[in-house]
């Protein structure tokens, strides 16, 4: 999955070719977040993205719904 | 302003109504920021949205161009 | 509503300052359809949003799921 | 280049798998599009981008501007 596990989070960096790339796959996980009502915590410089996981209703541990939102973010990139 | 000095960089948090009001935002900041050719540090959770802005090539200090992406990021709220 | 029935859809026309805000309310009005999954036919020139409804699978007539797009697209311009 | 001349526009048609590929692939020319501040006269459908490319300036012919403008569209679909 290339996710780890960090402080009762899932968490994956991605990075791209540059800030038009890195934002547009934004653009196509925050459809699937939306669809899902299940949002990350991400952040972005540049190129880069940090996105990290975990549910909220659950007392801020990680779930099935962080899981299912970190395999479609992998689908996305044809992972 | 409404933006702070934190540790040689321009700060603002905004919070919005939801997720999509956020993200919008977000999508008019990226346009500003790929034509001015200097990018936010930012992070997104839900709602809200936190803006860094230091310029790299300035040793990461805060410069005028920091500034003028500030003003143009409050231009998008009507401020 | 601002909206007029046209050959079997609801149609209306937006003007923006530029392609920038053009294109950002496009990005709400695509949230809002991929929410509902019921997506308009729309285009775009510069400032410049065309948007039509209608509904495919009742024979491309208009029905009530393009009087709530449209409604919900109205309320993203805070009308 | 996939593109045809049709009317003193260049012009294509493309497909992807569903809205949201079809919105992201937008978002993506539009990053392009205003940084070339040339942009096009597109519509899209659920999954279908259609894009006609002309110059205003050159009485709505194509030139140069709108060639470079499509290699780029090609460039994000890594044709």
């Known amino acids: 999955m290339d996710w780890t596990l960090q402080n009762n989070q899932l968490c994956r960096s991605f990075k791209f070719k540059n800030f038009q790339e890195a934002f547009s796959f934004m653009v196509r996980v ?3 977040a939306e669809k899902q009502n299940h949002h990350p915590n991400w952040s972005n410089v540049y190129n880069e993205v940090h996105i ?4 909220h209703d659950a007392g801020n541990t990680v779930t099935e719904r962080d899981y299912k939102l970190a ?9």
Chains 1, 2, 3, 4 share one sequence.
């Open 71 to 79: 395999k479609r973010i992998n689908a996305i990139l044809g992972e």
């Open 52 to 55: 990290a996981l975990c549910t």
């Open 30 to 32: 925050a459809f699937v």
